[in-house]
């Protein structure tokens, strides 16, 4: 089973950027595509971008050209750069690995990502 460990997050001024970070062990890196959702209080979690083992992307409209989704197959790790970051940007994000066999989902602890003035 993979396990998934962030890092990176926190309070950040309007405008600001930030770099999430989340550490694969205990898996077969390439055979997950990776993902960020997050959660704003009292919202649902939704999906913020995903990125196959091939580096195909994709971004939810909200964050489309601010914020960029990358991964470094031989650190096994997934990264989230955040640029421009806006208070509606303010929630709970999590790193999320699919297996492209089985489908499952594992997901990080989650990173508070707080950005106001």
């Known amino acids: 089973q993979v396990q998934l460990v962030e890092s990176g997050g926190g309070l950040v001024q309007p405008g600001g950027s930030l770099r999430l970070s989340c550490a694969a062990s205990?898996?077969?890196?390439?055979?997950?595509?990776m993902g960020w959702y997050r959660q704003a209080p009292g919202k649902q979690r939704e999906l913020v971008a995903t990125?196959?083992?091939?580096?195909?992307?994709n971004y939810a409209g909200s964050v489309q050209g601010r914020f960029t989704i990358s991964r470094d197959n031989a650190k096994k790790t997934v990264y989230l750069q955040m640029n421009s970051l806006k208070p509606e940007d303010t929630a709970v994000y999590y790193c999320n690995a699919r297996h492209l066999i089985s489908g499952l989902d594992r997901w990080g602890q989650g990173s508070q990502v707080t950005v106001s003035s």
């Open positions: 205990g898996s077969i890196f390439n055979l997950y595509t």
């Open positions: 990125i196959t083992s091939g580096g195909s992307t």
